[in-house]
């Protein structure tokens, strides 16, 4: 059973920077794509960025172009979100969601709060 654990959250002043970690464990199938999502209370889960496992570009909402970036190490089937210029309206809980060959797979999610 694929596990998705995400890491990473707190509790951060506007301006500054989080890393979030997705590690997927129980992996015996093809990874195709890992995506980050986010909640706001009160708010639907809103899509954040996109990687793919393979070749091709990674995509991001408009809300966090040029702050956020993607990436991953496909050795420890994880995922990383860096945050950076940390607005309050990036507050939320932030999941991991990932397309597997024959699944998928959402995490638990982890709380990311920007306040000073």
């Known amino acids: 059973q694929v596990q998705l654990v995400e890491s990473g959250g707190g509790l951060v002043q506007p301006g500054g920077s989080l890393r979030l970690s997705c590690s997927a464990s129980?992996?015996?199938?093809?990874?195709?794509?890992m995506k980050w999502y986010r909640q706001a209370p009160g708010k639907e889960r809103e899509f954040v960025a996109y990687?793919?496992?393979?070749?091709?570009?990674?995509t991001y909402a408009d809300s966090v172009k040029g702050r956020f970036t993607i990436s991953q190490d496909k050795a420890k089937n994880t995922v990383y979100l860096q945050m950076n210029s940390l607005k309050p309206e990036d507050t939320a809980v932030y999941y991991c969601?990932?397309?597997?060959?024959?699944?998928?797979?959402w995490g638990q999610g982890t709380q990311v709060t920007v306040s000073s």
């Open positions: 969601y990932g397309r597997f060959s024959q699944n998928e797979y």
């Open positions: 129980g992996v015996t199938s093809s990874i195709y794509y």
């Open positions: 990687i793919p496992r393979g070749v091709g570009p990674s």
